[in-house]
């Protein structure tokens, strides 16, 4: 984590670049809402909680970082490594509730990581080399090198997605939903993103499709 590499932009062109990326993410992603896996493997996701569990949790409406995370299989600058993009969605004041947690941390505060070290940590859940992680400044996303799975099965290398909120009550970073994600290569640019294992923390979906407390 010492080595999270921080793209710097010029101010217009991020934002022009942001919105053609933004735009081609969400025009071809499949959604995920925690309840059941994929029919298919599709080269972008975007994870979101589903309103109803949200309702559920006050803590997690009123705290939340992000209202949903887009993950896209995209090409790496090592051929022999697949990649996967992150484009975070922030809520209201979201990224503002993580920098300052980020900000507060142990590491930050002795000195051990930068702000942008741990901001990379907590957006992409990764402690690797700047050859693995590349995040964007400003936050808006973050591009991951991955072992490329060599089945749909494989489960060997993974990101995880995960859809945070400051839990107050703990005074701690909490995850209302995660997933593990692997990525293979398709058969042109565009890899195949295949969902693991899921987890929603004390809440599953009974057999009527509700929510209920696990």
Request: proline share 3%; aromatic share 8%.
């Given at each position: 984590?010492?080595?999270?590499?921080?793209?710097?932009t010029p101010a217009l062109t991020a934002v022009?670049?942001?919105?053609?990326?933004?735009?081609?993410?969400?025009?071809?992603?499949?959604?995920?809402?925690?309840?059941?896996?994929?029919?298919?493997?599709?080269?972008?996701?975007?994870?979101?909680?589903?309103?109803?569990?949200?309702?559920?949790?006050?803590?997690?409406?009123?705290?939340?970082?992000?209202?949903?995370?887009?993950?896209?299989?995209?090409?790496?600058?090592?051929?022999?490594?697949?990649?996967?993009?992150?484009?975070?969605?922030?809520?209201?004041?979201?990224?503002?509730?993580?920098?300052?947690?980020?900000?507060?941390?142990?590491?930050?505060?002795?000195?051990?990581?930068?702000?942008?070290?741990?901001?990379?940590?907590?957006?992409?859940?990764?402690?690797?080399?700047?050859?693995?992680?590349?995040?964007?400044?400003?936050?808006?996303?973050?591009?991951?090198?991955?072992?490329?799975?060599?089945?749909?099965?494989d489960d060997d290398s993974t990101v995880r997605?995960?859809?945070?909120?400051?839990?107050?009550?703990?005074?701690?970073?909490?995850?209302?939903?995660?997933?593990?994600?692997?990525?293979?290569?398709?058969?042109?640019?565009?890899?195949?993103?295949?969902?693991?294992?899921?987890?929603?923390?004390?809440?599953?979906?009974?057999?009527?499709?509700?929510?209920?407390?696990?």
């Amino acid at each position: 984590m010492k080595n999270v590499k921080i793209t710097r932009t010029p101010a217009l062109t991020a934002v022009g670049a942001t919105a053609v990326l933004a735009l081609t993410a969400c025009s071809g992603s499949e959604g995920f809402d925690f309840t059941e896996h994929l029919a298919e493997a599709p080269a972008s996701i975007e994870f979101s909680v589903p309103a109803d569990l949200a309702e559920l949790n006050e803590n997690y409406l009123d705290n939340r970082f992000y209202d949903s995370i887009t993950l896209t299989a995209v090409e790496s600058e090592d051929p022999s490594m697949c990649a996967v993009e992150y484009r975070y969605d922030f809520a209201k004041e979201g990224l503002d509730r993580l920098l300052e947690i980020a900000e507060n941390s142990e590491d930050v505060r002795d000195g051990d990581y930068t702000l942008e070290e741990q901001m990379g940590f907590y957006l992409t859940h990764v402690k690797t080399s700047a050859e693995r992680t590349t995040v964007e400044e400003g936050y808006g996303s973050a591009v991951v090198d991955v072992d490329c799975a060599s089945s749909p099965r494989d489960d060997d290398s993974t990101v995880r997605v995960s859809l945070a909120y400051h839990n107050q009550e703990e005074d701690t970073r909490s995850s209302i939903a995660s997933a593990e994600v692997s990525v293979m290569r398709g058969a042109g640019k565009d890899g195949e993103l295949y969902v693991h294992e899921f987890k929603t923390p004390g809440w599953q979906v009974d057999s009527n499709g509700n929510w209920i407390a696990d």
